[in-house]
């Protein structure tokens, strides 16, 4: 599947998994090499990610739903950048799904 098909709503049709309370993902791109990656992740009605720091540029794209972090709430089509060094915690109060890219692992500063 190609990142368009996954933008027009083909994430969908994807495979999640289980990655946190209440958060899904579905890996698109991962090697041993780098640990720069890209997946989709679904939130579910309040779910969130505790506090953590970004070790890289984090890229988010909610694809559906609205995500909120300290900042605000960013509903479909927004492009959220996270760059290195910054710090925050994600939430969804209605649930949404988001294609992000980031460069390093986050650092969890709360579980």
Known sequence: MIIDEIIQGGW???AFVP???GVEICAL??????PASVAVLRYQPGAMVPRHRHA???????LDGAQSDE???YGMGALVINPAGSVHSVWSERGCVVLIHWER????LEE
Not at 105 to 108: L, M, Q, R, S, T
């Open 29 to 34: 791109h991962e090697t041993s090499e780098t």
């Open 19 to 21: 990655l946190r309370s």
């Open 12 to 14: 969908r049709h994807l």
């Open 71 to 73: 900042k605000g709430t």
């Open 105 to 108: 692992p986050v650092e969890f």
């Open 56 to 62: 890289g540029l984090e890229t988010v794209l909610v």
